[in-house]
């Protein structure tokens, strides 16, 4: 089956700079990588996605990278703001859609990240 | 619309104890999951429905079992709860409109096994 790994698992940066985090895939079939983000209390909530069939996605200060030979994607945040820390995750389908829609998905272990004033 | 709904939010049981975790979603999604998040280990999925009718077993079914009782809603019941099932219990819902791979996750439900 799929294994995601994600690093760091924790990660500080100030107010403003960039941070990035990483993951790596197993299977080369998964097409789809979701990030979610976790606030403290509530549910993952999706930011940003990308396919197999795009190199890189941007959403306003959220970025997400995509190297399908090396079977590793990575988020990039600019611009940081407090309200960005929270525990961000990573995953990947395992390529089989279900018949409903959908995906199975393997998430990674997760990075707490901390924005400082 | 509530998107996906989650009962109880806390739950305390003694080992042994049975319960039901109840989902439901009003987002018109075919496929619905449960997962259980620990402590550095992410979420890993227990069951999942890819539609009405349909249940699967995900990465860590053991000692978990799931009905989906229609469209909009998928239950997970644990017979005889143990101290290793005590964890954060999420369902989520996909697979409607132009992404049918987004997942959208219920509130969770804490519980604590004794």
């Known amino acids: 089956g799929e294994n995601v790994e994600q690093h760091p698992s924790t990660l500080s940066v100030q107010e403003g700079d960039s941070a990035v985090i990483k993951c790596t895939y197993s299977?080369?079939?998964?097409?789809?990588f979701p990030w979610y983000k976790q606030e403290l209390g509530k549910g993952p909530q999706l930011i940003i996605d990308?396919?197999?069939?795009?190199g890189e996605k941007k959403d306003q200060r959220i970025a997400v990278t995509l190297n399908k030979t090396a079977k590793h994607f990575s988020l990039h945040i600019t611009e940081t703001q407090p309200e960005d820390s929270a525990v961000y995750f990573c995953a990947a389908s395992g390529g089989s859609i279900l018949t409903g829609g959908g995906n199975k998905l393997t998430f990674g272990t997760g990075t707490q990240l901390k924005v400082e004033l | 619309n509530a998107g996906v709904t989650q009962t109880p939010k806390f739950q305390v049981l003694k080992t042994g104890q049975s319960m039901t975790l109840q989902c439901a979603q009003d987002?018109?999604?075919?496929?619905m999951y449960w997962y259980r998040q620990d402590p550095g280990m992410g979420l890993r999925l227990i069951y999942y429905?890819?539609?009405?009718?349909?249940?699967d077993k995900g990465e860590v079914p053991n000692g978990y079992n799931v009905s989906r009782l229609n469209k909009r809603e998928f239950s997970l019941r644990l017979e005889s709860a143990a101290p290793s099932q005590t964890s954060v219990y999420f369902c989520?819902?996909?697979?409607?409109?132009?992404?049918?791979?987004?997942?959208?996750f219920g509130p969770g439900t804490r519980l604590t096994v004794l």
């Open positions: 299977d080369s079939a998964s097409n789809y």
């Open positions: 987002m018109n999604h075919n496929s």
């Open positions: 429905s890819a539609s009405e009718g349909t249940t």
């Open positions: 989520a819902t996909s697979g409607a409109g132009v992404s049918t791979d987004t997942q959208y």
């Open positions: 990308i396919r197999s069939n795009v």
